[in-house]
């Protein structure tokens, strides 16, 4: 069940990153909520009367990753984007970067704008915390789709490997562990790193335009975003610890959807899942590489709205 959201607040006097500039998509409305102590910043449209499909990007992009499949979905269901704790518009707070409790504040959000059940679509960090979202919020979903993510205690290997053929799709993971010297050597250099990664793993190197590398770098660069970034990493140890704790004690029954691409990290999400998981299917969306949303919409578009009306 969906409703009206319960506010709709005045952009220019909730938005807590005022220095990054604001993109805008037609049929969609930016709104700032209080989830439990942190404003998130979500991006709202489609059917207000359909059901509730919640998106979540991960690293280095923000809500703008699903720009191009909102609108495939919007004539049939209520969409809404949320940029995650310390991503794009929304705060980045001091502490709190483990998946459980990012969790909690984007459950929180979802709830504030006035939706009580809803299907979880998430990618890269994003699915982190979507996973997370289904061991304490199970009740409140109707579906998960996640795509590309190497899960922190679940689909991330224990070991990051050495081999120069897989090697670069995880060497990022130790760098950022390191505490202090990543700041150091990238504070003022976000553009290069963020658009290494945005070449480098899509299967085309220009999926990406300068402009949505500048965009992406300046998020990360703005008002605490490098810190915020790298604390999802520097917290994901204590994210596969709660995790493994959680799935002591249930699995996951909601009906699950990995999507992973033919030149992607994980070769198949599903099959990843599956071991905590009573109801996992898979689809590989070809010519793709890990930004999937970005390099295959449509596809993306097409096996969502099917996942969702098949449970329907």
């Given at each position: 069940m969906t409703?009206?959201?319960?506010?709709?607040?005045?952009v220019?006097?909730?938005?807590p990153?005022?220095?990054?500039?604001?993109?805008?998509?037609?049929?969609?409305?930016h709104?700032?909520?209080d989830?439990d102590?942190?404003?998130?910043?979500?991006?709202?449209?489609?059917?207000?009367s359909?059901?509730?499909v919640?998106?979540?990007?991960?690293?280095?992009q923000?809500w703008?990753?699903?720009?191009k499949?909102?609108p495939g979905?919007?004539?049939r269901?209520?969409v809404?984007?949320i940029?995650?704790?310390?991503?794009?518009?929304?705060?980045?707070?001091?502490?709190?970067?483990?998946?459980?409790?990012?969790?909690?504040?984007?459950?929180?959000?979802?709830k504030?704008?006035?939706?009580?059940?809803?299907?979880?679509?998430?990618?890269?960090?994003g699915?982190?915390?979507?996973?997370?979202?289904?061991?304490?919020?199970?009740?409140?979903?109707r579906?998960?789709?996640?795509?590309?993510?190497g899960?922190?205690?679940?689909?991330?290997?224990?070991a990051i490997?050495?081999d120069?053929e897989?090697?670069?799709k995880?060497?990022h993971?130790?760098?950022h562990?390191?505490?202090?010297?990543p700041?150091?050597l990238?504070?003022?250099?976000?553009?290069?790193?963020?658009?290494?990664?945005?070449?480098?793993?899509?299967?085309?190197?220009?999926?990406?335009?300068?402009?949505?590398?500048?965009?992406?770098a300046?998020?990360?660069?703005?008002?605490?975003?490098?810190?915020?970034?790298?604390?999802?990493?520097?917290?994901a140890?204590?994210?596969?610890?709660?995790?493994?704790e959680?799935?002591?004690?249930?699995?996951?029954?909601?009906?699950?959807l990995g999507?992973?691409?033919?030149?992607?990290?994980?070769?198949?999400?599903a099959?990843?899942?599956?071991?905590?998981?009573d109801?996992?299917t898979r689809?590989?969306?070809p010519?793709?590489?890990h930004?999937?949303?970005?390099?295959?919409?449509?596809?993306?578009?097409?096996?969502?709205?099917?996942f969702?009306?098949?449970?329907?």
């Amino acid at each position: 069940m969906t409703g009206p959201a319960t506010s709709t607040p005045h952009v220019s006097e909730s938005n807590p990153i005022r220095d990054l500039p604001l993109r805008h998509l037609a049929g969609f409305t930016h709104r700032w909520v209080d989830a439990d102590g942190v404003r998130l910043h979500a991006v709202e449209g489609g059917r207000p009367s359909g059901p509730a499909v919640v998106l979540l990007a991960g690293f280095p992009q923000t809500w703008w990753a699903w720009r191009k499949v909102m609108p495939g979905l919007a004539h049939r269901f209520h969409v809404i984007a949320i940029d995650l704790p310390g991503q794009g518009h929304s705060e980045r707070p001091e502490r709190g970067y483990d998946t459980h409790t990012v969790a909690a504040h984007v459950h929180a959000a979802v709830k504030a704008l006035g939706v009580s059940t809803y299907w979880l679509v998430a990618h890269d960090i994003g699915a982190w915390v979507a996973f997370s979202l289904a061991l304490k919020y199970q009740s409140r979903l109707r579906g998960l789709a996640l795509l590309d993510a190497g899960i922190p205690g679940i689909t991330l290997p224990d070991a990051i490997p050495t081999d120069p053929e897989q090697a670069w799709k995880t060497w990022h993971f130790a760098f950022h562990l390191v505490p202090d010297l990543p700041e150091t050597l990238l504070a003022g250099r976000e553009r290069e790193y963020v658009g290494w990664f945005l070449k480098a793993k899509a299967l085309s190197s220009d999926t990406f335009d300068d402009a949505e590398i500048e965009q992406y770098a300046a998020s990360v660069a703005a008002d605490g975003g490098l810190r915020a970034s790298l604390a999802y990493y520097r917290d994901a140890a204590e994210s596969a610890q709660k995790n493994h704790e959680a799935l002591e004690r249930q699995r996951l029954t909601v009906p699950i959807l990995g999507i992973s691409s033919s030149h992607g990290s994980i070769p198949d999400m599903a099959a990843s899942i599956r071991p905590w998981a009573d109801h996992a299917t898979r689809i590989v969306v070809p010519d793709a590489g890990h930004f999937i949303p970005d390099e295959q919409p449509d596809a993306v578009a097409a096996a969502l709205t099917d996942f969702i009306t098949e449970d329907d």
